[in-house]
C-alpha cells in the first residue's frame, strides 16, 4: 500500500477545478455524515471514505473527529487506527501499512512550500508509515517521512525524517532515545 516516496511541487493553480469540487462535496458530506456519527460506527466512516478514493482495509478504525483533508490521498492497512481528532492533512499521500496507531491530537502533513521561491510553490512529499508504528498524542510527522516498522514517534514530538526500525523518537526536533523491543 506505500505510494512513491518522491517530492513534487506543484506551481501557480495548485489544484484542478475538480479537484477543488471533490473537495467541497467531501467537506459536506464529512460534516453531515462522519463527523457527527457515533464513535461505534468505523465501518461507516471507512464506507465514506471509500467513495471518495481512499484504500482503507475493512478492519481499520477511523474516529469521527478526526479530518481528513481528501480521501484518495490516503490508504490504510489492516487493524490501523486514525484516533480522535487526528488531522491527516494529505494533499501529499499518506500511506500506513498493517498495525498502524496514530493517536489522538497528532497532526500528519504531507505537504510544504518552497520558501526559496518567492511564489512559495507548494511541494507534495507523501509520507509512509510502515507495520507495527505508533504516533503518539499530538505528534507531528512531517512532509515526506518514513517511519519504518515498529518505531514510535513520542508525544508531542516532531519528526520529519526516516526513522529506523524498532527504535524511539522523541523531542523537537525529534530524535532517537533507545530502541523497541521488536514483538514479531
Not at 483533508?69 to 498493517?98: C, F, H
Amino acid at each position: 500500500m506505500n505510494f512513491p516516496n518522491e517530492k513534487k511541487t506543484l506551481h501557480c493553480s495548485v489544484f484542478s477545478l475538480e479537484n477543488k469540487l471533490v473537495r467541497l462535496a467531501w467537506n459536506v458530506v464529512y460534516l453531515l455524515f462522519f463527523r457527527f456519527s457515533p464513535v461505534s460506527m468505523f465501518s461507516w466512516r471507512r464506507m465514506l471514505l471509500i467513495w471518495f478514493g481512499a484504500k482503507i482495509h475493512s478492519s481499520a478504525r477511523i474516529y469521527p473527529s478526526a479530518k481528513i483533508w481528501i480521501p484518495s490521498n490516503l490508504s490504510m492497512g489492516k487493524d490501523s487506527t486514525i484516533g480522535p481528532a487526528v488531522n491527516v492533512y494529505n494533499q501529499g499521500r499518506i500511506s500506513l501499512d498493517e498495525r498502524v496507531i496514530v493517536s489522538q491530537y497528532s497532526h500528519i502533513c504531507a505537504s510544504t512550500h518552497d520558501y526559496n521561491d518567492p511564489l512559495h510553490p507548494l511541494i507534495l512529499a507523501p509520507i509512509t508509515i510502515a507495520n507495527d508504528v505508533w504516533v503518539c498524542a499530538d505528534a507531528f510527522v512531517g512532509p515526506g517521512s518514513h517511519l519504518s516498522e515498529g518505531s514510535v514517534i513520542g508525544a508531542r514530538a516532531v519528526i520529519s525524517k526516516k526513522t529506523e526500525p524498532w527504535s524511539i523518537y522523541a523531542g523537537n526536533p525529534a530524535k532517537k532515545i533507545k530502541d523497541r523491543r521488536n514483538f514479531l
